[in-house]
Structure formats: structure tokens, C-alpha cells
């Protein structure tokens, strides 16, 4: 079992930045890619970042291509995520992700590959 926890979300202006956390505890984190996804209200969720177990980062989600930062700590077992030139459609609550079965070198943007999820950090941003 992994036990994933995230923080950092919160209130923002467009323009404004955030740093989303996702510490895990249990297992080994070293050995599992991590994403991080996101939900709107109405909408399904949605493949954001994703970092293979090498630390290679896979390509970004088209809408945040620039303007985010996946990065792990294995010393700290936590992944992070730096939010910036953030927009109000940015909106929506954000989910960290274990892959307990991915390659090295690979990672997933389906959701249905992940197998343990934090419970969200909530993050809105205003126009």
C-alpha cells in the first residue's frame, strides 16, 4: 500500500503561481512514476504531468505545455508540481498517482494505470 497526501493548493489570481505537493509513505517511492491529473466540476479527470521511475519527464498535457514543472525527490519522497502563468481554466481539484507496475523508462496518461491516488488539493484560480 502507498499512502499519498497533497498539499499546496489554495487561491490564486491569474498570472500567480503554486507549488502542489504529494508526499507518500508505505512503500518505496523510488520505485513507481507519479502523474498528477486534474478534475473540473462536470468534467472527467484529465492527465496533467507524469515522471517515470529514471526521473525522465513525460510530455506534458497540450494546455499546460510551459507553464508547469513536474519534479521528484526520492530522499523526500515527494513529487511536485510547480504551477505558473496560471489561468482560471486551470481550475479544478489536482491528484497525485502511483503506477505500482510501469517500466523504468515509462509512464501512463490514463488514469486507469495508476493504482493508488492522494484525495486532491483544491485549485482555483480567479480572473
Known amino acids: 500500500q502507498v499512502q499519498l497526501v497533497e498539499s499546496g493548493g489554495g487561491l490564486v489570481q491569474a498570472g500567480g503561481s503554486l507549488r502542489l505537493s504529494c508526499a507518500a509513505s508505505?512503500?518505496?517511492?523510488?520505485?513507481?512514476?507519479v502523474a498528477w491529473f486534474h478534475q473540473a466540476p462536470g468534467k472527467e479527470r484529465e492527465f496533467v504531468a507524469a515522471?517515470?521511475?529514471?526521473?525522465?519527464?513525460?510530455p506534458y498535457a497540450d494546455s499546460v505545455k510551459g507553464r508547469f514543472t513536474i519534479s521528484r525527490d526520492n530522499a523526500k519522497n515527494t513529487v511536485y508540481l510547480q504551477m505558473n502563468s496560471l489561468k482560471p481554466e486551470d481550475t479544478a481539484v489536482y491528484y497525485c498517482a502511483v503506477d505500482d507496475n510501469s517500466g523504468y523508462y515509462t509512464s501512463s496518461v490514463q488514469p486507469t494505470a495508476y493504482d493508488y491516488w492522494g484525495q486532491g488539493t483544491q485549485v482555483t484560480v480567479s480572473s
Open positions: 508505505g512503500r518505496t517511492f523510488s520505485n513507481y512514476a
Open positions: 515522471i517515470t521511475r529514471s526521473g525522465r519527464i513525460a
